[in-house]
């Protein structure tokens, strides 16, 4: 008869500072000042052996997200009852909505089509003048306008939109990929990915997507 293996818990051990690494790798430049560096702790062969000025760059080495994962991202009721409120925000239905996750989604659904419509004319007569237009500053305009009206299509069914916010949450918060693994997985763009992010934290917090004193408020 077999018998259940038995788990021994160690206790956790001492600190290591072995097992710790610098987070940002240091380089020079032409405009700091020698002290700053002697200061870091850089050796003088990272500048060179030059006794000049030189500036200080600071590059991230590792990557990890700014903030701890949120409880609700690693929680499917509460991460859904999100992404459903946020796609109600999308459609201007800012109060509390009656029924199940969903017959809610089914509601903004109905509502997206009619904005879908909306965007693929609008995105059909930029696609017009991006073509007419020999203006290069122009083109590059229209071109990112372009590139978000097209994720905002991605929006324009709620079914579709649900799977591609819990495909964000998924990825950034449980797997850890940065944003611009969930971009290439998802395919959007990593700003988006940032955006997404960000409008949902500030869903859940209560707070406004722009401070205010951002220009954004104002407009």
Aim: aromatic residues 6%.
């Amino acid at each position: 008869m077999a018998t259940a293996p038995r788990i021994t818990i160690l206790p956790p051990g001492p600190e290591r500072p072995d097992l710790h690494w610098p987070q940002r790798v240091y380089r020079a430049g032409p405009k700091s000042n020698m002290r700053e560096l002697t200061a870091m702790g850089l050796p003088f062969d990272a500048v060179s052996g030059e006794k000049r000025s030189l500036p200080i760059k600071a590059r991230k080495i590792a990557g990890a997200h700014r903030h701890e994962c949120p409880a609700w991202a690693l929680d499917e009721n509460r991460a859904s009852e999100l992404v459903v409120q946020f796609l109600e925000r999308r459609v201007l239905l800012k109060d509390p909505q009656r029924g199940t996750l969903a017959e809610r989604l089914e509601r903004v659904d109905s509502l997206l089509k009619d904005r879908a419509r909306r965007i693929e004319s609008k995105m059909i007569e930029m696609s017009h003048e991006f073509i007419a237009t020999e203006d290069h500053e122009r083109r590059e305009r229209l071109a990112s306008e372009i590139a978000n009206y097209d994720v905002q299509l991605r929006f324009a069914d709620g079914h579709s939109a649900f799977k591609l916010l819990a495909g964000v949450v998924f990825r950034y918060f449980r797997l850890g990929d940065d944003s611009v693994a969930v971009g290439q997985a998802l395919k959007i763009e990593p700003r988006h990915v940032r955006q997404l992010i960000y409008r949902l934290r500030c869903l859940h917090e209560g707070r406004p997507r722009y401070p205010k004193n951002s220009h954004r408020s104002s407009s």
